[in-house]
């Protein structure tokens, strides 16, 4: 009788686990943990931001309290803001871009947070920090590129997809009853009219000109305004080149970064912590999946195409797509 009833509590548990929230692997336990050993006793927050900025969580089976990149950010610049300990933060880039609207609230997060604490941000860029990954790291006070990172790709790419001739190819027609000539603008079942390329031009070029004044709020003094706009136009840069035009501050590795932002922060020294869910295995500076950051392997590259929608993008499209 007793294994029927275990076999039964078994079943059940991995039949609700998706409405049930259990921390069987206290990956609900954020906790702060030592990367870098120290005697000092101020701190300095290493923050990743990895794979696609946008507003999709963590679909794993037990999956964080704060599932999307939105949310961990927000998380920890917050935890760090009640830490008077906290003299600086490292933000390590490691992506292609991604939405309008989640690059945009990162950078804004980013700047409220040094406006608010007084606590300095260094840019760290890895291999790669395009387009609304270099939206965002346009908000800290210094960036500093690895000598391999690719970044730049300052620009808008809006993406409609069209599918018309695959369903005239398999016998698919589609009726679509509007209120308006627009309602539909940017359907996959047609091609697009003049008209609509028009109107979606107008919104891209919008979002274009906010990139562009972002940047240059960041970087003032440090490139014109006309050049920024001639370098502006999607293409992309190695770290030589980006430093030549303006565009990073510097170019070196990690403990060159933690120079930078203990000088800033006028600290001769600090420790460098992060905040993780997995404590006992996130042991040192490198060791940035197990934050549960989304990350650029295989698997969750075709995840991230699979959920690849119509819209507007600061978004290095290659970087997926090959």
């Not at 880039?93 to 007084?118: H, M, Q, W």
């Amino acid at each position: 009788m007793k294994r029927p009833l275990v076999l039964s509590l078994v079943c059940l548990l991995f039949t609700t686990a998706c409405h049930v929230h259990l921390d069987v692997l206290g990956t609900n336990r954020i906790e702060e943990v030592t990367l870098a050993d120290s005697r000092a006793k101020d701190k300095i927050l290493l923050l990743d931001i990895s794979g696609l900025i946008g507003v999709m969580g963590d679909t794993g089976f037990f999956p964080t309290k704060d599932g999307n990149i939105l949310s961990q950010v927000y998380y920890r610049l917050e935890r760090a803001a009640e830490d008077p300990r906290i003299k600086g933060v490292i933000l390590r880039l490691d992506t292609p871009g991604g939405e309008v609207t989640a690059s945009d609230i990162l950078y804004n997060e980013v700047k409220e947070f040094r406006a608010r604490t007084g606590v300095p941000v260094v840019a760290l860029m890895m291999g790669l920090s395009t387009s609304g990954g270099y939206y965002v790291a346009s908000a800290c006070d210094h960036i500093v590129a690895h000598p391999s990172t690719i970044t730049g790709s300052i620009g808008v790419i809006s993406i409609f997809p069209n599918i018309e001739e695959l369903f005239a190819k398999i016998g698919v027609e589609m009726t679509v009853i509007k209120s308006g000539q627009m309602k539909d603008s940017g359907s996959p079942f047609r091609k697009m009219s003049t008209e609509e390329q028009a109107v979606f031009q107008d919104i891209v070029d919008g979002f274009h000109e906010n990139f562009v004044e972002a940047v240059y709020s960041g970087r003032e003094g440090k490139i014109s305004r006309d050049r920024l706009s001639d370098l502006a136009d999607g293409r992309i840069y190695t770290a030589p080149q980006a430093l030549e035009q303006g565009l990073i501050d510097s170019i070196g590795y990690f403990a060159d970064a933690l120079k930078e932002v203990k000088g800033l922060a006028g600290v001769s020294e600090a420790k460098v912590i992060s905040y993780s869910y997995y404590p006992k295995t996130k042991t040192n500076i490198y060791a940035t999946r197990l934050d549960n950051f989304i990350s650029m392997d295989s698997t969750e590259i075709r995840r991230m195409l699979q959920t690849l929608k119509s819209g507007f993008y600061y978004l290095w499209i290659p970087q997926l797509t090959n």
